[in-house]
Nanobody, 113 residues
Framework: QVQLVESGGGLVQPGGSLRLSCVAS????????MSWYRQTPGKDRELVAS???????NYRESVKGRFTISRDNTKNTVYLQMNTLKPEDTAMYYC???????WGQGTQVTVSS
């Protein structure tokens, strides 16, 4: 049974940092690229960052230089380090295995003073 479990969200002030984690099980994690998406009410889910099995990464323009995606294949975990957070980063964040329909349940990030 495939599971993706996100954690690490919360309330943070503008300029602050959070690190999201997504622990995977039920599939061969190291063979799959992984992505982080985010969604706010009434809007489509948007791709934030991806990391491929090769280690190559890419980011949406608005988070470049502030967010870092990484993975630890020994722990079946993908991370999203988020620095210099802005109110517009507020969203539910989801992890996904690329080229699959495997999604996590999401973790809420709220950036507010």
């Amino acid at each position: 049974q495939v599971q993706l479990v996100e954690s690490g969200g919360g309330l943070v002030q503008p300029g602050g940092s959070l690190r999201l984690s997504c622990v995977a099980s039920g599939f061969t994690f190291s063979q799959y690229g992984m992505s982080w998406y985010r969604q706010t009410p009434g809007k489509d889910r948007e791709l934030v960052a991806s990391i491929f099995s090769s280690g190559r990464t890419n980011y949406r323009e608005s988070v470049k230089g502030r967010f870092t995606i990484s993975r630890d294949n020994t722990k079946n975990t993908v991370y999203l380090q988020m620095n210099t957070l802005k109110p517009e980063d507020t969203a539910m964040y989801y992890c996904k295995a690329i080229s699959t329909t495997y999604w996590g349940q999401g973790t809420q990030v709220t950036v507010s003073s």
